[in-house]
Structures are given as C-alpha cells and as structure tokens.
C-alpha cells in the first residue's frame, strides 16, 4: 500500500520559511516523479513544483521561482519543498504526490498517488 505523508506545516508571517517533507513508503520512490501542489479555499489545486526521479529535472510554477526549491532524498525515501520569503497568497493545504513517469510534471493527471496534505498559513 502506497503512503505520503506530509509534514511541516503551520501558521508563519509573511517573510518567513518553512520546509514540507513528503515521506513515501509502499513503492520503489526513486523510480517516481514527485511533485508539491497546493488548493487554496475556494480555488483549484495548483502545481507548485515537481521533481525527476533522479532530482536532475525540476519544474517551478511562475509564482513560486526564486522563493521555494524542490529536493529528494532517494535513500530516505523523501521529497521536501523549501519554502522562503513566504507570502499571505502562498496559504494553502500542501499536497505531495508520486508519478508512474519518472518525470517533473505539472499536470496532476500525471499522478497516481497522493498524500493527505498539510495546512500552510502565511499572515500578513
């Protein structure tokens, strides 16, 4: 059985950091695409980054470059998103999911497994 869970999230003001971790048991990790996507109230589910299976292909939504970074730890089995210079619109519940294509997707329908999220509140 395939399992994400993330973790990391909280409430930060506006300027600060903070880092998801995606921990993923139930299948061969270094193998899948992984990718962070976010749903705010009342919005659709973004892309916010993805990552090779190798870590060598990212992808960063426009809102997001410069300011977060995607990263994988094949030996633990891990994905992090690190987060800086947050800001009031990043607010969001943060999702982790894991492709079948190995690849840095954007397209949710890429992905076949995904985590339960964790909330992010940046106050102003």
């Known amino acids: 059985q395939v399992q994400l869970v993330e973790s990391g999230g909280g409430l930060v003001q506006a300027g600060g950091s903070l880092r998801l971790s995606c921990a993923a048991s139930g299948l061969i990790f270094s193998r899948h695409g992984m990718g962070w996507f976010r749903q705010a109230p009342g919005k659709e589910r973004e892309a916010v980054a993805a990552i090779s299976f190798s870590g060598g292909s990212t992808y960063y939504a426009d809102s997001v470059k410069g300011r977060f970074t995607i990263s994988r730890d094949n030996a633990k089995n891990t994905v992090y998103l690190q987060m800086n210079s947050l800001k009031p619109e990043d607010t969001a519940v943060y999702y982790c999911?894991?492709?079948?294509?190995?690849?840095?997707?954007?397209?949710?329908?890429?992905?076949?497994?995904w985590g339960r999220g964790t909330q992010v509140t940046v106050s102003s």
């Open positions: 999911a894991a492709d079948l294509w190995g690849t840095a997707q954007a397209l949710d329908l890429y992905y076949d497994y």
